[in-house]
């Protein structure tokens, strides 16, 4: 697994442990009839578990497993990879500290970063029938 | 496949069609009027959706594709690993009952029930963090 894919899927753990942490503050506190200032963290919840966890997850193991036989040029460095895993977890970060416009303008240049990267990786390996 | 991710996956499509389902339900209440308690579901569905489906789909996987974190035990602790799959499901129908029921007539026993709920997917999903950790590692 190249190094950039160990730092995305890592990161996409914590943000993991992090978002699950918060939802059950914010479920327990349901539980406990504490609804009033439960609202406030559904911003940084959502964001965690679904930018931090899940398309972080993807871009990592996509990173990992695409194709990368025969590839030459700027696909083949992973300099994109870090370039995207250093955007996307300061948009994250932003966004969790309530700078939402800043966050995710660094998360769209963290997707440009890893469309660029991947993108003459997503063909047929010569490996596959399909 | 090992056992436990076929486990993870068909219960997985499982939650995606009880999320749709619900889905289904609660889109109707737009044309004919729903019971109080299935109309405040709208939080437990999301959550079949992302936690019952998604993200559980994803940790099946993962247990199954994700390097070897040893030859002689390639997955990692089995024991955390199936606690991490019951806790997770375990959780998920604590809130998918007790969600609505405390939005609808809040009591000790539904709030007991999201309060279990709430350390069960917790422990799920950390636990699910910590045991995966070893196996992301470089070349």
Same mark, same amino acid.
């Given at each position: 697994?190249?190094?950039?894919?160990?730092?995305?899927?890592?990161?996409?753990?914590?943000?993991?442990?992090?978002?699950?942490?918060?939802?059950?503050?914010?479920?327990?506190?349901?539980?406990?009839?504490?609804?009033?200032?439960?609202?406030?963290?559904?911003?940084?919840?959502?964001?965690?578990?679904?930018?931090?966890?899940?398309?972080?997850?993807?871009?990592?193991?996509?990173?990992?497993?695409?194709?990368?036989?025969?590839?030459?040029?700027?696909?083949?460095?992973?300099?994109?990879g870090?370039?995207?895993?250093?955007?996307?977890?300061?948009?994250?970060?932003?966004?969790?500290?309530?700078?939402?416009?800043?966050?995710?303008?660094?998360?769209?240049?963290?997707?440009?970063?890893?469309?660029?990267?991947?993108?003459?990786?997503?063909?047929?390996?010569?490996?596959?029938?399909? | 496949?090992?056992?436990?991710?076929?486990?993870?996956?068909?219960?997985?499509?499982?939650?995606?069609?009880? =999320?749709? /389902?619900?889905? @289904? #339900? $609660?889109?109707? !209440?737009? +044309? %004919? *009027?729903?019971?109080?308690?299935?109309?405040? &579901?709208?939080?437990?569905?999301?959550?079949?959706?992302?936690v019952?489906?998604?993200?559980?789909?994803?940790?099946?996987?993962?247990?199954?594709?994700?390097?070897?974190?040893?030859?002689?035990?390639?997955?990692?602790?089995?024991?955390? =690993?199936i /606690?991490?799959? @019951? #806790? $997770?499901?375990? !959780?998920? +129908? %604590? *809130?998918?009952?007790?969600?609505?029921?405390? &939005?609808?007539?809040?009591?000790?026993?539904p709030?007991?029930?999201?309060l279990?709920?709430?350390?069960?997917?917790?422990?799920?999903?950390?636990?699910f963090?910590?045991?995966?950790?070893?196996?992301?590692?470089?070349?």
């Amino acid at each position: 697994m190249p190094r950039a894919s160990v730092w995305l899927i890592r990161s996409a753990l914590v943000c993991l442990a992090l978002g699950f942490t918060l939802g059950a503050l914010m479920l327990g506190g349901k539980g406990l009839g504490w609804t009033a200032e439960l609202p406030r963290a559904i911003p940084a919840h959502v964001e965690l578990v679904v930018t931090g966890w899940m398309i972080q997850l993807a871009m990592g193991v996509a990173l990992w497993i695409l194709p990368r036989f025969g590839v030459r040029g700027p696909a083949r460095r992973e300099a994109w990879g870090w370039l995207a895993w250093g955007l996307l977890n300061s948009g994250i970060a932003m966004v969790v500290l309530g700078q939402a416009f800043a966050g995710r303008l660094c998360e769209l240049a963290a997707i440009l970063a890893f469309a660029g990267g991947v993108w003459s990786r997503v063909r047929a390996s010569g490996l596959s029938a399909m | 496949m090992p056992p436990l991710s076929r486990w993870y996956v068909k219960t997985a499509l499982i939650y995606l069609v009880l =999320a749709l /389902l619900l889905g @289904v #339900l $609660l889109a109707g !209440g737009a +044309l %004919a *009027r729903l019971p109080p308690v299935l109309a405040l &579901a709208g939080p437990a569905q999301i959550h079949l959706f992302v936690v019952g489906w998604l993200t559980q789909l994803i940790f099946g996987i993962a247990y199954w594709m994700f390097p070897k974190a040893s030859a002689e035990h390639p997955r990692g602790n089995d024991l955390t =690993a199936i /606690l991490t799959y @019951v #806790l $997770l499901n375990a !959780g998920l +129908l %604590a *809130r998918a009952v007790g969600e609505p029921w405390q &939005a609808f007539h809040p009591g000790v026993l539904p709030g007991a029930l999201l309060l279990a709920s709430a350390a069960m997917q917790w422990a799920a999903g950390v636990g699910f963090a910590a045991a995966t950790w070893p196996r992301v590692r470089g070349r």
